[in-house]
């Protein structure tokens, strides 16, 4: 069975660092490339970030360029996300999915003075 | 970036009555594979999305069957024979043709009338 359990959210001032967790089971990890998305409050889903299985390919959405880090550790079957520089925008539910087709339970992270 | 666009974007359904959400997209998801890379999510009230449906019309392991996908191009349809009480939730359609980004529709929320 497939499971994807994120851990690292937390509460964060404007300007701090966070480092997510997905540790994941149930399939063969260094095939499969991974997802970050999250979710705001009340709002829609938003892709974040993606690494192949090789970590060879990493792109990430406008909106964290430059602040949030994603990276994975095949041999703890672990990916990763860390994040800097955090904004009250970034505040919401983070997930880790695989190929679009299993998603973790999500992690809350809050932004807030 | 690619814009994924969803109506209704609230959707009140009898129990037992069909349903009909559409996506479009700001242009055609064909990919140069000759795949169509459009997908359906559902999420429950509280719970982590699920894939129903991938390159338009393929059902994901354990979807029952009243869930079906349609469309080419830049329209799609996700279509519900007859909705259950389970059915509740926001559905989002997901376009990975033409990435990064990924990108999402804004959500519809059926609901049961």
């Known amino acids: 069975e497939v499971q994807l359990v994120e851990s690292g959210g937390g509460l964060v001032q404007p300007g701090g660092s966070l480092r997510l967790s997905c540790v994941a089971s149930g399939f063969t990890f260094s095939d499969f490339e991974m997802n970050w998305i999250r979710q705001a409050p009340g709002k829609g889903l938003e892709w974040v970030s993606y690494?192949?299985?090789?970590?060879?390919?990493?792109y990430y959405a406008d909106s964290v360029e430059g602040r949030f880090s994603v990276s994975r550790d095949n041999a703890r079957n672990s990916l990763f996300l860390q994040m800097t520089a955090l904004r009250a925008e970034d505040m919401g539910v983070y997930y880790c999915?695989?190929?679009?087709?299993?998603w973790g339970q999500g992690i809350l992270v809050t932004v807030s003075s | 970036d690619v814009v994924m666009t969803q109506s209704p974007l609230s959707l009140p359904v009898t129990l037992g009555q069909p349903a009909s959400i559409s996506c479009r997209s700001s242009?055609?998801?064909?990919?140069?594979?000759?795949?169509?890379?459009l997908s359906w999510f559902q999420q429950r009230p509280g719970q982590s999305p699920r894939r129903l449906i991938y390159k338009v019309s393929k059902r994901d392991s354990g979807v029952p069957d009243r869930f079906s996908g349609s469309g080419s191009g830049t329209d799609f349809t996700l279509k519900v024979s007859r909705v259950e009480a389970e059915d509740v939730g926001v559905y989002y359609c997901m376009q990975g043709a033409h990435w990064p980004p990924i990108t999402f529709g804004q959500g519809t929320r059926l609901e049961i009338k």
């Open positions: 999915a695989v190929s679009w087709g299993y």
């Open positions: 690494i192949s299985g090789d970590e060879s390919t990493i």
């Open positions: 242009q055609s998801l064909l990919n140069t594979d000759g795949n169509t890379y």
